[in-house]
C-alpha cells in the first residue's frame, strides 16, 4: 500500500508555530484555530499532530479536556558547543540539546523569586537597570553573596559583605556608599541567576 504524502509528520515547524501562538495569546487553541495556524484542511490530521506532540509530552490536557503546554512545552534549543566571547570559533555546529530555562535557572521553584533590578548600583557585577535577577529565597548568606536584602525596612541587591562584628551592603558602583544598616538586615534571599532581553 503505497504512503499517503500529504498525512503530516510533526516537524519542528508545527511546534514553533504553537509556541509563538502561546507565547502571543497565552492560551493553546482550538483544533479549528490550530487547522489554520499549521495550514492543514482536516481535523483528523490536527488530531494526529496533536496525539504526536501529547506523546512527546509537549502538550497536555486540564480535567475540562482543554489542551494545555506539557512538561515540555517551553524547551528551548541549546546548541552542543559554546559560543567564544573572544576569538570566534571556526562555526558553530547544527547539533543542539533541549533545556528549559527553569531547568537551566531554577533549583528549587517553591523558594525562587524573580526581581526586577532597579538602578545601576550593581553595575559592575554585571547586573544593569531592569534586569531579573533569580533569587533563591533564604534568611542566611554567606559574605561576598550577591543579596536581596530588607534594610531598614526598604529592599535592595547588594554584596553582603562584614566589618568588624557588623554585615554590610556593598554596592559595585563606586558612585554609591557602603550601606551600613541603622537598624536591622534581614536577608530576602541569594542571587542564583540572571536574565535579560537586550532588544
Given at each position: 500500500m503505497a504512503l499517503n504524502p500529504l498525512k503530516p509528520t510533526v516537524d519542528p515547524a508545527?511546534?514553533?508555530?504553537?509556541?509563538?501562538?502561546?507565547?502571543?495569546?497565552?492560551?493553546?487553541?482550538?483544533?479549528?484555530?490550530?487547522a489554520t495556524l499549521w495550514g492543514v484542511s482536516?481535523?483528523?490530521?490536527?488530531?494526529?499532530?496533536?496525539?504526536?506532540?501529547?506523546?512527546?509530552?509537549?502538550?497536555?490536557?486540564?480535567?475540562?479536556?482543554?489542551?494545555k503546554p506539557g512538561p515540555?512545552?517551553?524547551?528551548?534549543?541549546?546548541?552542543?558547543?559554546?559560543?567564544?566571547?573572544?576569538l570566534p570559533n571556526p562555526a558553530i555546529s547544527d547539533g543542539y540539546d533541549l533545556i528549559t530555562l527553569d531547568d537551566y535557572l531554577v533549583r528549587l521553584p517553591s523558594k525562587t523569586?524573580?526581581?526586577?533590578?532597579?538602578?545601576?548600583?550593581?553595575?559592575?557585577?554585571?547586573?544593569k537597570d531592569?534586569?531579573?535577577?533569580?533569587?533563591?529565597?533564604?534568611?542566611?548568606?554567606?559574605?561576598?553573596?550577591?543579596v536581596v536584602a530588607i534594610v531598614d525596612n526598604e529592599f535592595t541587591v547588594k554584596?553582603?559583605?562584614?566589618?568588624?562584628?557588623?554585615?554590610?551592603?556593598?554596592?559595585?558602583?563606586?558612585a554609591y556608599p557602603v550601606i551600613r544598616?541603622?537598624?536591622g538586615l534581614e536577608i530576602f534571599g541569594v542571587m542564583a541567576g540572571l536574565a535579560r532581553r537586550t532588544r
Open positions: 508545527y511546534l514553533e508555530k504553537l509556541q509563538d501562538y502561546y507565547a502571543e495569546h497565552k492560551v493553546i487553541p482550538s483544533y479549528s484555530v490550530l482536516a481535523k483528523s490530521w490536527v488530531s494526529q499532530i496533536v496525539k504526536r506532540l501529547e506523546e512527546a509530552r509537549i502538550l497536555d490536557w486540564t480535567p475540562d479536556k482543554q489542551l515540555r512545552f517551553f524547551e528551548r534549543r541549546l546548541t552542543d558547543q559554546p559560543v567564544q566571547a573572544g523569586s524573580l526581581v526586577r533590578v532597579k538602578g545601576d548600583s550593581m553595575i559592575d557585577a554585571g547586573i531592569g534586569d531579573l535577577i533569580v533569587v533563591e529565597q533564604q534568611p542566611n548568606a554567606n559574605v561576598g553573596d550577591i554584596y553582603l559583605d562584614r566589618e568588624k562584628s557588623q554585615f554590610v551592603l556593598k554596592p559595585a558602583n563606586k544598616p541603622r537598624g
